[in-house]
Nanobody, 127 residues
């Protein structure tokens, strides 16, 4: 079974940056779309962004467009979430998730579609 492990979370001041990583093991990510999702205390899980298996297309939530960028390095079996201009409302646990989609041209930010999940990494944006 595909396993995902997130890293890179931490505490940062508003306006700061973090880069999260999602490393896969046991299987190659070559045929998987990857999504990033977050959940803050007392709030529903929301999609942040996703990237198709080839890396040729991405999709972002309106709340992070222009600030967050997803990329992937399939040779390293890793997907990244670069987060810039962070705001306090970005504080949440961030999870990466995978769905097998070898013919994918577009990814979706609908979390029930994703089959494999990491444990998450905490991001806290605070003065």
């Amino acid at each position: 079974q595909l396993q995902l492990v997130e890293s890179g979370g931490g505490v940062v001041q508003p306006g700061g940056s973090l880069r999260l990583s999602c490393a896969a093991s046991r299987f190659s990510l070559d045929y998987y779309d990857i999504g990033w999702f977050r959940q803050a205390p007392g709030k529903e899980r929301e999609g942040v962004g996703c990237i198709i298996n080839s890396g040729g297309n991405t999709n972002y939530a309106d709340s992070v467009k222009g600030r967050f960028t997803i990329s992937r390095d399939n040779a390293k079996n890793t997907v990244y979430l670069q987060m810039n201009s962070l705001k306090p409302e970005d504080t949440a646990i961030y999870h990466c998730a995978a769905i097998k989609a070898p013919l994918s041209r577009h990814c979706v930010l609908f979390w029930p579609r994703y089959d494999y999940w990491g444990q998450g990494t905490q991001v806290t944006v605070s003065p």
